[in-house]
């Protein structure tokens, strides 16, 4: 298996993987506005290949914090999907660790998930909104620990409290509950 940022004339597979993974059509529906949606870029759009197949795909679109002084580059991860006969192998986790690698060599400085609370944490997301950090909007408070952070850099988390303004295609309210 190996990881590779996506061509666009990988769209065809990208929308295959999120149709198979979630066996519907909204996040590969998604990942086309996010990908035709400029207040999304840059975004950084990684696949997972085994061999000539395409089997897991993670997108990474820009987004900001509200009403800050300090400049804090701010990343969005939304959405992973691995096709079905190649989970629980590995891949999701080898998309997102590829994923933080290169936003941090880019200069990201804290990447967000709205995601499930026991499977990102493996990769060093915790909790956002007790960091003074918030959704786009509201979560309810029993799935508070959905929303998630990882910082990228040193001495950013603490020292900035603000609400995430992401891509306009990510900005309708059902996709914020969890």
Known sequence: MYIRESTDSDLADIIN????????????????????????????????????????????TTCRLSDTVQKVSSVLLAPLAVIPSHQQQGIGGKLIKQGLET?????????????????YPRYGFFPAGCQGLHAPYPIPE?????????????????????????????????????
């Open 142 to 178: 029993q799935h508070a620990d959905a929303w998630m952070v990882q910082s990228l850099k040193p001495g950013i988390l603490g020292s900035v409290e603000a609400k995430v303004v992401c891509a306009d295609a990510l900005d309708r309210a059902e996709y914020w509950r969890e």
């Open 103 to 119: 936003l941090s060599d880019r200069g990201a400085d804290l990447v967000f998930v709205l995601g499930h609370p026991s499977y």
């Open 17 to 60: 993987i999120h149709t198979e993974a979630f066996a519907n059509d909204k996040e590969a529906e998604l990942v086309v506005n996010l990908f035709n949606d400029q207040s999304a870029q840059p975004i950084l759009s990684l696949l997972a290949c085994v061999g000539d197949i395409a089997v897991g795909h993670i997108l990474f």
